[in-house]
């Protein structure tokens, strides 16, 4: 099974990379949407508390907005986030909006003063605005929408406090003058006053809001990347493990062993007379039959929680006992062989009702001790078994042809069955002792339990 480390981090291939690319630049729809969301509920909110006359203003604004982001919008798929087209209409939109904030509108009462626009709550709209960027994903334009916004409005701030009727004043000259509470009250009340505290803490503000809005967003896009990357590595894994083995990594619930020495129940399955069968198949076909055999094969392997160690041509390579050993790996291998006899018979005869050439299936099943853990270098990594059982179980698998049986397993498998509380007879129960055999590579001969042909 190649390219599994279990002590590696994730890593993002480009394609993922790629799709993360692609899911930032969607962000400028969400603030789009997002944006036109808020206009359309200021402009119900307008249009329900204020008389025609003035709300056609205001609504006429709103209106001029909601057109600012349709350009953005527009070339977001033609365009990076962090383009000047994106940032030069940030921009646009930070002066409009501080220029609507401040500057009096024609239907104010007779004596409000520019001044006096600088004290309502409606600088808390720049704070919206900021905070909408958010939904861009992208720390860059949160900053430099903040910058923006408190440039701005600091343009426009400073630019009333120096009209030839502004009273600036800090709230250090009110206490340096020792006013008493009532005159002091009067100096910052004075409709002609501007408050340069205020904007101080009006800029801290916003600085402030923009730094944490960055430090969610730098967080929000980590866990994204992370949770990609798991997503990618569970996919991985998914090739090889069951579902249930992928949920357990994927949840952190246990790491696999170290490499060392453990017990294992090793299967081999390969298609009988694939030689003859790929002769006579044009590439398209012969490549569509292995993966109908393998897919099944597979799902066979899956659903006994089976780790699919490679394919090997027509061939497939399981093990039970990794990346954990379980008391049942025996008695889920001679369910599996079992069953994957039974799906490639079902399969045989559909075939022949289609008159498609039959297929059958040769398979080999040993239990006993393996070397498990990864091989290869840091470029290419392969999580297998090695040793004395594999050889055996592939011999097995071998000798199906010569006792013309469709499954072959060792002794070592029943007796380890056995030993894990399970009754063979019951688990699989058309095996039968199919006596001694001399294996290639075996000193000794092996007794064996076969399935036979159908």
Request: hydrophobic share 50%.
């Amino acid at each position: 099974m190649r390219f599994f480390q279990p002590t590696a981090k994730p890593q993002v291939s480009k394609s993922v990379a790629g799709a993360i690319a692609r899911e930032e630049a969607s962000g400028l729809s969400y603030v789009f949407w997002g944006r036109n969301l808020v206009l359309v509920l200021l402009a119900i909110w307008v249009a329900l508390t204020l008389p025609f006359e003035r709300s056609s203003l205001y609504l006429s604004a709103i209106l001029a907005f909601a057109a600012l982001g349709i350009v953005p919008y527009a070339l977001r798929h033609h365009t990076g986030a962090n383009t000047a087209p994106v940032l030069a209409f940030i921009l646009l939109d930070a002066a409009a909006l501080s220029f609507v904030l401040i500057v009096p509108t024609p239907f104010d009462f007779e004596g409000w003063t520019q001044q006096m626009n600088l004290r309502t709550p409606a600088f808390l709209y720049l704070g919206v605005f900021v905070v909408s960027m958010a939904l861009s994903y992208k720390p860059t334009l949160v900053i430099w929408t903040g910058l923006a916004a408190a440039a701005f409005w600091s343009l426009g701030y400073l630019w009333v406090a120096t009209q030839p009727n502004a009273i600036p004043f800090t709230s250090g000259d009110v206490l340096d003058e020792g006013l008493g509470p009532e005159m002091a009250l009067a100096k910052i009340l004075d409709p002609n006053a501007v408050g340069l505290s205020r904007l101080s803490n009006q800029v801290v503000f916003l600085v402030l809001i923009s730094v944490i809005l960055t430090i969610v967003v730098v967080r929000s896009r980590a866990l994204v990347r992370r949770q990609v990357a798991a997503e990618a590595q569970r996919a991985m894994l998914s090739r090889y493990f069951s579902p249930n083995i992928v949920r357990e990594f994927s949840e952190g619930r246990w790491e696999p062993d170290e490499p060392g020495n453990r017990p294992v129940a090793v299967l081999f399955a390969d298609m009988v007379d694939f030689t003859s069968i790929s002769e006579k198949l044009p590439p398209h076909e012969l490549i569509a039959l292995l993966r109908a055999f393998h897919g099944r094969l597979a799902k066979v392997a899956f659903e006994q929680d089976g780790t699919i160690d490679k394919f090997i041509g027509d061939a497939v390579m399981v093990h039970f006992g990794t990346p954990r050993t379980r008391p049942n790996d025996a008695e889920r291998a001679l369910r599996c062989a079992a069953r994957m006899a039974e799906v490639i018979g079902e399969w045989k005869a559909e075939r022949e009702r289609e008159g498609a050439p039959p297929i059958g299936v040769g398979i080999g099943v040993h239990y006993g001790t393996a070397v498990v853990g990864n091989i290869g270098d840091e470029h290419k990594l392969e999580y297998t078994v090695l040793g004395d059982t594999v050889n055996v179980a592939s011999r097995l698998e071998k000798l199906t042809r010569e006792i013309g049986a469709q499954v072959a397993v060792s002794n070592e498998l029943i007796e380890a069955v056995k030993r894990g509380g399970a009754n063979p007879s019951v688990v699989a129960p058309d095996f039968l002792e199919a006596g001694v055999h001399d294996v290639r590579g075996r000193r000794e001969p092996i007794e064996i339990w076969s399935l036979s042909c159908v």
